[in-house]
């Protein structure tokens, strides 16, 4: 009897779950066309910006690609864009949120309010952020500067970084931008069936929860209407891989974490960048720095959403 019980849940949710895969497929390949046409347009742009930076940053770490905190990464530990142009790209990507938001139409309506919220924090992080270290970005906004007019020291090179890899052997490197068929198709279908076992996971997860141990031991788990919910999910987006975004994305799609909470989550959401920022910064203590940052802006953020949403 328990073992048919725990197969109708786990059918339950691979159906649900499977609904999603054409829509996945399809958003994951406009992605990955986006990506090769605009990818060095938007490195381009997020480079020469200079004091600029975070709006840029804000905007073009909003768009749904994979590659875009890697890129930011990849260019902050060059000292080619300052500590707030690379919050600014970490605190306004939602790495898969929007395509699993996508996936579902009939939740498409909260996308627009998601982003625009997290590019006003973006904003507003990433200008505070660099007003803060006003002093030391001098030194980074002077080296753009001569990067820009080709007065760079003929000893640097700023490309071999940008050899990082995003998600699904995914490149960031100029060089990702020659047309390749195999890839527009091979990498989609990589990210839907990794996106794919994440949303079931998480599904099937909430589904056994609260059919084996009730909706009151779900709520304990997940730290609902607890003060602590948005810490506590802002430390998950920490981890640097798209199943955290795909996890908070879901527990926010079925009631599980609030508004304040899943904001607070997919703001810490940096994916491989924060792997790619960690490996190449030579000075660890900048990456202790931008972590606690980013993780105190987020958590912050959502605690401020949390309380005008109530």
């Known amino acids: 009897m328990e073992a048919a019980y725990l197969s109708g849940i786990f059918l339950e949710a691979l159906i649900d779950s499977a609904k999603m895969i054409p829509l996945l497929f399809i958003i994951f390949v406009v992605v990955e066309l986006i990506e090769y046409k605009y990818a060095t347009n938007i490195r381009e742009g997020v480079q020469k910006a200079g004091v600029f930076g975070p709006a840029i940053g804000a905007v073009t770490g909003s768009l749904p690609q994979c590659g875009i905190s890697v890129v930011a990464s990849a260019l902050y530990t060059q000292r080619l864009i300052t500590i707030g142009t690379l919050l600014a790209v970490f605190l306004s990507t939602s790495d898969e949120a929007i395509p699993v938001i996508l996936s579902q139409p009939e939740n498409a309506k909260i996308i627009v309010p998601l982003m625009v919220t997290k590019i006003i924090i973006a904003l507003i992080g990433g200008y505070a952020v660099d007003f803060a270290f006003k002093e030391s970005n001098k030194e980074t906004l002077a080296h753009i500067k001569a990067y820009a007019e080709g007065h760079d020291d003929e000893y640097h090179n ?5 050899e990082e890899k995003a998600c699904c052997g995914h490149s960031a490197s100029p060089s990702s931008t020659k047309f390749n068929p195999k890839e527009i198709v091979l990498h989609p279908i990589i990210h839907t069936v990794k996106v794919f076992i994440f949303i079931f996971s998480v599904s099937f997860a909430i589904s056994y929860i609260i059919t084996q141990m009730g909706q009151e031991t779900l709520e304990k788990v997940f730290l609902m209407h607890s003060i602590f919910q948005p810490i506590l999910v802002a430390l998950f987006g920490l981890i640097p891989n798209c199943a955290a975004s795909v996890a908070i994305t879901m527990l926010y799609l079925k009631g599980v ?16 960048g924060l792997l790619v920022l960690f490996k190449e910064e030579k000075n660890k203590k900048n990456v202790l720095i931008i972590l606690l940052l980013l993780f105190g802006i987020s958590v912050s953020a959502g605690y401020i959403i949390q309380f005008f949403s109530v």
């Open 158 to 162: 700023h490309e071999t970084i940008l």
């Open 257 to 272: 974490i609030t508004y304040g909470s899943v904001i607070a989550g997919l703001c810490t959401s940096g994916g491989i």
